[in-house]
T-cell receptor, first 115, second 112 residues
Framework: NAGVTQTPKFQVLKTGQSMTLQCAQD?????MSWYRQDPGMGLRLIHY???????DQGEVPNGYNVSRSTTEDFPLRLLSAAPSQTSVYFC??????????????FGSGTQLSVL | SQQGEEDPQALSIQEGENATMNCSYK?????LQWYRQNSGRGLVHLIL?????REKHSGRLRVTLDTSKKSSSLLITASRAADTASYFC????????????FGQGTELSVKP
């Protein structure tokens, strides 16, 4: 049972480049979300989705785009990477469409460096 | 500013001792959750306590919630070296169904 799978595990970008962080879950969870983790800042919510076709902004959405065309996948796009986006990114999912009524299952993270 | 703030930021104890971590938050919540993160890994859910509950236990973990003080505590009893990790509280903010907001975490070190 794979759970929440994130790819790639590591990525180095140059300022201005674009890329997509992939997240897939095989638990048929309605809710999916993206967090970034920076030293001393804990985890901050970027975007979340309560089902296919529905997305909403979290605490720090600027510079990131998301879409949810299927229940399984929730990619995070950086259109023009900036050094401030250097961080560890975590994808998480939940059984509950309202999400916060139940626990989150986390992926293992993507470490992104923007030079 | 973040919804949840944890105290202390770092805690170092000996094996066998108890570890207590505190979490304070600002707004009304539906529930409060605690997660654990080992170095370089993703987060793992430990326990969820709903706003109408005051105390919950799971193995060596005991969580309390005081909604009047907007605070929660996580107690790990008889700690082990394997409990060394970062611990985060997360609040499900009332009337914001999609948002689970994390605190900055407490880094626990348990020395053998």
């Amino acid at each position: 049972n794979a759970g929440v799978t994130q790819t790639p595990k590591f990525q180095v970008l140059k300022t201005g480049q674009s890329m997509t962080l992939q997240c897939a879950q095989d638990m048929n969870h309605e809710y999916m979300s993206w967090y970034r983790q920076d030293p001393g800042m804990g985890l901050r919510l970027i975007h979340y989705s309560v089902g296919a076709g529905i997305t909403d902004q979290g605490e720090v959405p600027n510079g990131y785009n998301v879409s949810r065309s299927t229940t399984e996948d929730f990619p995070l796009r950086l259109l023009s990477a900036a050094p401030s986006q250097t961080s560890v990114y975590f994808c998480a999912s939940s059984t509950d469409r309202i999400a916060t009524n139940e626990k989150l299952f986390f992926g293992s993270g993507t470490q992104l460096s923007v030079l | 500013s973040q919804q949840g703030e944890e105290d202390p930021q770092a805690l170092s104890i000996q094996e066998g001792e108890n570890a207590t971590m505190n979490c304070s938050y600002k707004t009304s919540i539906n529930n409060l959750q605690w997660y654990r993160q080992n170095s370089g890994r993703g987060l793992v859910h430990l326990i969820l306590i709903r706003s109408n509950e005051r105390e919950k236990h799971s193995g060596r973990l005991r969580v309390t919630l005081d909604t009047s003080k907007k605070s929660s505590s996580l107690l790990i009893t008889a700690s082990r070296a394997a409990d060394t990790a970062s611990y985060f509280c997360a609040t499900a903010v009332y009337n914001q169904g999609g948002k689970l907001i994390f605190g900055q975490g407490t880094e626990l070190s348990v020395k053998p």
